[in-house]
């Protein structure tokens, strides 16, 4: 046994009386005495040197140790539990993929079944946040990351490049003259907070100092400001390959010729190199990238 892994059945009660938040009832859900899950959760407190649990007055409850401690063993034991059953159900080739949002559903979905056809062995399984995965949990297997680039350890590929623009709805450029950038600083403008480009960065590649510093609207994803921009609300600053289905559909317009975009490269695909032995892995990794080439610049 590894001598800094704690035994699994001291984690297994942790993150039961963690959940229920009570000794008998976490006893009564393993089928074991109260004292033995006492006993297993102070050789764990033991074994890592701190207090896990604190007593009140209406109970037990998290130290900050203990709390800290949750979120990364629960996710490992969920890891667990997810590839036990796989394994008792004959389930095998499994990929877990998690991705920033917009990227997910308004790039990648759309695109899920053609990699299942073509690899229909695999069973996919796909997440959608803006946090990062942390890989120590063993729950994800590759994760398409937005951001800059600052990952130590981890093998990390861009994903295309993508040229940043206004985008907005055919009826608000009917409502409104704008030939030129200077024309929108009195247009309302649209707030994408996460974005890695923002309207001041914009106007400045366009020879313009400063920028408008109230926006009709903030959104924290970059969907709900094409949406937005769809419902005429305003103008949207997004990734012209994000907004491809918008631009397609004629729901959105580039406001001005391509030329006058931000080229970045914000998105990421990002995995351990010891993932890099997974077939599952590297097969995603090769349909991913030639979807990015069958797409031609959009």
């Known amino acids: 046994m590894r001598s800094d892994l704690p035994q699994l059945s001291a984690l297994l009660s942790f993150e039961t009386v963690a959940r229920r938040l009570s000794f008998a009832r976490a006893a009564d859900e393993l089928n074991l005495t109260p004292s033995a899950v006492s006993h297993q959760i102070a ?12 007593r009140t007055s209406r109970g037990i409850a998290l130290s900050d140790a203990g709390e800290a ?17 796989d394994v008792r159900k004959g389930v095998r080739n499994t990929l877990h993929v998690h991705s920033s949002p917009s990227l997910a559903s308004l790039w ?52 295309f490049e993508e040229r940043i623009l206004p985008l907005a709805s055919p009826d608000l450029l009917a409502r409104q003259t704008i030939n030129v950038p200077a ?9 994408s907070t996460v974005s ?24 924290d994803r970059a969907n709900l400001s094409l949406e937005a921009a769809v419902q005429g609300l305003g103008i949207a600053l997004e990734s012209e390959r994000i907004a ?3 631009i397609a559909s004629g729901r959105l317009r580039p406001v001005f010729h391509p030329a006058w975009s931000l080229p970045v490269r914000a998105h990421f695909i990002v995995y351990p190199e010891r993932h890099a032995s997974r077939v599952e892995v590297m097969q995603f990794v090769a349909w991913f990238r030639a979807e990015v080439a069958a797409g031609q610049g959009v």
């Not at 949750?70 to 036990?84: E, F, K, N, S, Y």
């Not at 408008?212 to 903030?218: C, K, T, V, W, Y």
């Open 69 to 85: 401690y949750l979120r990364r063993v629960a996710g490992a034991i969920g890891a667990i539990g997810d590839a036990t059953n």
């Open 108 to 159: 990648l979905m759309p695109r899920l079944s053609g990699f299942a056809r073509t690899y229909p062995e695999i069973a996919f399984s796909l997440s959608a946040s803006p946090v990062h995965s942390d890989f120590a949990l063993g729950q994800v297997d590759v994760d398409i990351r937005y951001g800059i680039p600052d990952w130590p350890n981890l093998v990390v590929e861009p994903v």
């Open 244 to 246: 491809a289905p918008y």
């Open 196 to 219: 890695v480009v923002q309207w001041p960065a914009w106007f400045a590649s366009q020879g313009l100092i400063g920028a408008p510093e109230r926006f009709a609207f903030r959104f």
């Open 183 to 191: 024309d929108m600083l009195d247009s309302p403008l649209i707030q």
């Open 43 to 54: 050789n764990l407190e033991q074994f890592l040197g701190v207090l896990l649990f604190e």
